[in-house]
């Protein structure tokens, strides 16, 4: 399969909804291309997840340079759900942070682009090495806390986790120190797709009603459709307000998304949080994403 990767940059920008969804769309397009490369890797959630993050980067939300991402006053994001990387890489590549030829080497030997984020393979833009569930969104939370308590700065630190990593206790005990320590610097994503690798989330341990549980944890709350750009941009700007105005409570948004959405043998199933297409799926889905 010959796969080229567009070499079209966007910019770090308040962007209208029409242009999130052109340059979701390119996400997407790119995370179909790198999985098919790689023969490995994790579908569903990044392609569900692509609007939340042309959203994030291109809303005007984050700050940062591409040209530098080790820039002092840039925002934080870590993606503690780790295996949903290609999303990420995707994003950034198309924020001119890197070359997106290199989105050819997923998982490739001694690659930046590994299976799950990792800090020591010095790709731009990833700010710790994440992957065991419930552990990224700790270190966010201490990012938060360090920059609102220790440095006071007005730096931003956003965490997406997935809804099946609620799971994990440690989750739980990071939202409650980013109440406590009153972090409305703190932006918790989470990608509400009831989707995990062996089934649907209330099947397999149910964790509802996630808003009822972070509204206890002290989180403003917002649950949005999480392809729908006004409802995302609308959770964003709550968030900045509330660290505008020092209301003292960090933001959850709870995002709610289709697995493997744009893509029709995809959608909804949650076979595809693990598996990448074949070449003859990803030629479909890309004829589909257009």
Known sequence: ???????????????????????????????????????????????????????????????????????????????????????????????????KAELATLRKYNTRLQGHPGRDMGLPGVETSSGSLGQGISIAVGMAMSDKLLDKNDRRVFS????????????????????????????????NNDCQIDGRIKEVLDVYPIDEKCKSFGFDTVVVDGHNFTELMGAFDRFLENQKNNTGKPTAIIAKTYMGHGVSFMNDNYKWHGMPPSVEQAQQALAELV
């Open 1 to 99: 399969m010959n796969i080229e990767f567009e070499q079209k940059v966007f910019p770090n920008q308040r962007q209208s909804e029409q242009e999130l969804a052109e340059i979701a769309l390119h996400i997407r397009r790119d995370i179909i291309k790198s999985l098919a490369l790689a023969q490995s890797g994790h579908s569903g959630g990044p392609l569900g997840s692509s609007d939340v993050f042309a959203t994030m980067y291109f809303g005007g939300y984050m700050r940062y340079k591409p040209e530098d991402m080790q820039w002092e006053g840039r925002d934080r994001f870590v993606l503690s759900a780790g295996h949903m990387c290609p999303v990420m890489y995707a994003t950034l590549a198309n924020a001119g942070c890197f070359p």
């Open 160 to 191: 997406l986790t997935g809804d099946g990593e609620l799971q994990e206790g440690s989750v739980w005990e990071a939202a409650m120190a980013a109440s406590h320590f009153k972090l409305d610097n703190f932006c918790w994503i989470i990608d």
